[in-house]
């Protein structure tokens, strides 16, 4: 994730203060800022688009209700990520507690993963070598999900969206060294799961 620069949290920290005072418009611009980069990291936890936008409406909502609440102790992201964050692990909480199944489309040829819909142009002139990857990330997917929901956060966070292990304890309310040591077991269990 690359740092911003000091023109751009200026103008976040008045649009900050301008939305803890009332001005809806601030907030919807906040919005517009930082919308794409929390409805990315919602799709990346939960793996489902209507639960990730889902979580997305939800954050945003406690977002707003505790905007006054947000006192600059952090960057506003590490805050609205946070939020998205525990929003979705209650999600994940919610959908082991119903055992359900991932997400899945229709196809002609049955059912298959969303994910597997979505074709990869720069495969396809190799088969073979689109089917090992398609065997690899399924490989790799079944053992994301037999993480706990705290070590896959983690892992994701630092991994796919770049975080840094100090970020990560702050939107988890714990520490650095926590945070590292859940990625450190979720690295081994998917060494071992992999092997």
Sequence with gaps: MTS????AI????????AAQGGDHDAFEQLVRLYGQSVLRLALNLLR???D???AYQEAFLKAYRNLGTFRFDCSFHTWLYRIV???CL???RKRSVRKEDPAVVETAGGERDIFDAVEDSRTEADPE???LRRELGKRIEDALNKLGPRERLVFELKHYQGLRLRVIGEMLSTSEETAKNCLYRATQKLRAALA
């Design 129 to 131: 070598r689109d089917l």
């Design 90 to 92: 209650d999600h994940l």
């Design 10 to 17: 200026h103008h976040d920290v008045a649009l900050i203060r």
């Design 48 to 50: 489902s688009e209507e």
């Design 4 to 7: 911003r620069p000091a023109s």
């Design 52 to 54: 990730a936008r889902d």
């Design 85 to 87: 964050t525990n929003v």
